[in-house]
């Protein structure tokens, strides 16, 4: 499928099937909540930190592997980001809505610090940069998430830029 065409997908090429029952019984709030936090955030970070990894690949097999998983991550991420700009298009300031407080949850959630406890604080102590980066990646995600909205309502909430 060429670029210039995934744009104008469907809800019906977007969303699985099992999922369209009817316009009205439709739970848009939940495949905006699954596809930003699911799909853009979690498969965002995964596919920049299997990226990331393929420069310490040691092995032909390690590099593979890693190539295959940013590749799909990658997809993946892209689907949910088309499938928000579909529910923008569709739904409007619902969606819009929905998307927001998935925006807001998100960022509450990787700008959360815990404390922890004596015993693991050494393990976390050693995994700390790892953490660091995926938080710094999430947030990127999350700032572009907040730039779509954005877009979203300088176009007087009237569906996809």
């Known amino acids: 499928m060429s670029a210039t065409n995934?744009?104008?997908?469907?809800?019906?090429?977007?969303?699985?099937?099992?999922?369209?029952v009817s316009e009205e019984a439709f739970d848009w709030d939940?495949?905006?909540?699954?596809?930003?936090?699911?799909?853009?955030?979690?498969?965002?970070?995964?596919?920049?930190l299997a990226t990331r990894a393929l420069a310490e690949a040691s092995d032909s097999i390690t590099e593979r592997a890693l190539r295959n998983v940013a590749e799909d991550a990658s997809r993946r991420a892209a689907l949910a980001w088309l499938t928000i700009d579909t529910c923008l298009e569709q739904y409007g300031e619902?969606?819009?809505?929905?998307?927001?407080?998935?925006?807001?949850?998100?960022?509450?959630?990787?700008?959360?610090?815990?404390?922890?406890?004596?015993?693991?604080?050494?393990?976390?102590?050693?995994?700390?940069p790892a953490l660091i980066h995926r938080g710094t990646v999430a947030l990127s995600i999350i700032l572009r998430g907040r730039e779509r909205l954005a877009q979203f309502w300088e176009n007087g909430g009237l569906g996809a830029a």
């Open 6 to 20: 995934s744009k104008e997908k469907t809800v019906s090429q977007v969303v699985p099937a099992s999922r369209c």
């Open 94 to 128: 619902l969606a819009a809505l929905a998307l927001g407080r998935c925006i807001e949850e998100a960022a509450l959630q990787t700008l959360r610090v815990r404390r922890p406890s004596s015993a693991s604080s050494l393990r976390i102590r050693k995994s700390e």
């Open 30 to 48: 939940g495949l905006v909540r699954e596809a930003f936090l699911d799909g853009c955030l979690q498969q965002g970070v995964r596919a920049e």
